[in-house]
DNA sequence: CGTGAGGTTGATCGCTTTCAACGGAGGTGG
DNA sequence: CCACCTCCGTTGAAAGCGATCAACCTCACG
């Protein structure tokens, strides 16, 4: 059976995709806020993020901008992305990622079937995630969207299945603006509401604690937070 | 090369992953508005579209929502539902499907690996979709994702790159409300205000057409429509 | 200690929603 | 055949949520 691998920090140190039997890796490290690729360019790599986060960004002409996804460490970045590159890929903060020729992963397909798999596990993973997030963009308030995405995030740093999560914000809250289809202020506004209320903590701008993930769920309005 | 297979109604009679050297089609004729499955519903099979449309459809406790694609002719639902479904899946108009065995899939990416890269094709083109999709809920105001909805349909359903389009309108109202993330009565107000400025033109509902293309495209505010 | 970037908070505006009424198309039964 | 009903779509008026504009704060850095 298909089945779409865990990507938790604890894999992020060896290749998820099997890329690391491959040699010559090409690793890269990014500074925050260093683009990886534009919009436009052609996409002849595609990246597996190793540390860090890195985000896919599309800008209109009058300045808009929406942040399509985030990519944590064992993801996958540029993949069916023919030609050219959609987006912008940029580093959120400190980040290495792992460039992979286009033409060899077509060929590591071609020749470990097993390979196919798992980038169709990864791909339909990332479907999900991206269909996930377009229902909290087209029908959730934007505290239920803050709050949604705070689980997220806990869900992918902290450990698996604890009641508190303490974890780091690497993302500014621009980032978290244009990735929820809001403004810097009403981001900021809905924080200091889950702060009122006591859902989170929060100590120097960029540590969170949250002290009972299931409150914060119910602020996230999602009855199926088992994804 | 990796390249996405075009989903033009050309496409529609014959499959477009392979399936059809499989016996034992089982393809199964939904009436309008008829489920197909249901969110939670044990995923046991992968759903082809023939003939129709068939919505991807999350309902919240509260009676929210939002339908998170619309899938063609050609196209796959229930691809990457591991388990269980995550939405509801149901035909849009009369709809034909042929209903494929999840092991029977298994089975097919095992033994043909271009299968695999076919499959990897169309879930990395739905991830494109999909993204596109978010970019419209996240960052468009109503009068723009209503315009981009009829583009894209338009392309879909027209003449590849014609300059005027005529096409019915398979979904109503109430399904482009919920696709787009907006209200009936806001779907029904902008597409008013695109008939008035003589940017479309509705016949008797369901019936629409295009004068021009490019100037609808110029309300859908979208600078690379060239997906 | 001055400066600037990022974040918070407040006041107002505007787009979309909500609430409500109306109209047309299709179906049913008298 | 027509009255009646229901569903769907349209249109209008009012309300509300998030955006915008603006001031202030905090902290890192020179």
């Given at each position: ?129 991206v269909q996930e997030h377009s229902i909290n963009l087209g029908r959730k308030t934007a ?85």
């Amino acid at each position: 059976m298909l089945h779409v691998m865990t990507l938790n920090p604890a894999n992020a140190a060896r290749s998820n995709w099997g890329g690391d039997v491959v040699n010559a890796p090409c690793e890269r490290v990014l500074a925050a806020h260093e683009p990886l690729a534009h919009e436009g360019d052609d996409s002849n790599y595609i990246y597996e993020i190793i540390e860090g986060v890195v985000s896919s960004c599309k800008i209109f002409s009058d300045g808009r901008r929406q942040i399509v996804a985030f990519a944590y460490p064992g993801e996958l970045v540029g993949l069916g992305h023919q030609g050219t590159y959609r987006y912008d890929f940029e580093a959120v903060s400190v980040a290495k990622v792992r460039a992979i020729p286009k033409t060899q992963l077509l060929n590591a397909i071609r020749e470990r079937p097993e390979m196919a798999e798992k980038l169709l596990d990864m791909a339909t993973s990332e479907v999900a995630q991206v269909q996930e997030h377009s229902i909290n963009l087209g029908r959730k308030t934007a505290l239920e969207r803050v709050a949604s995405f705070l689980v997220d995030l806990a869900e992918r740093k902290g450990g698996a299945d604890d009641d508190v999560a303490v974890f780091e914000l690497p993302m500014s809250r621009a980032e978290i603006a244009d990735f929820l289809g809001l403004t810097i202020e009403t981001v900021s506004r809905n924080l200091t509401k889950l702060r009122a209320r006591h859902v989170i903590e929060v100590t120097q701008m960029t540590n969170l604690t949250i002290p009972d993930m299931d409150r914060l769920r119910d602020f996230a309005e999602c009855e199926d937070e088992a994804l």
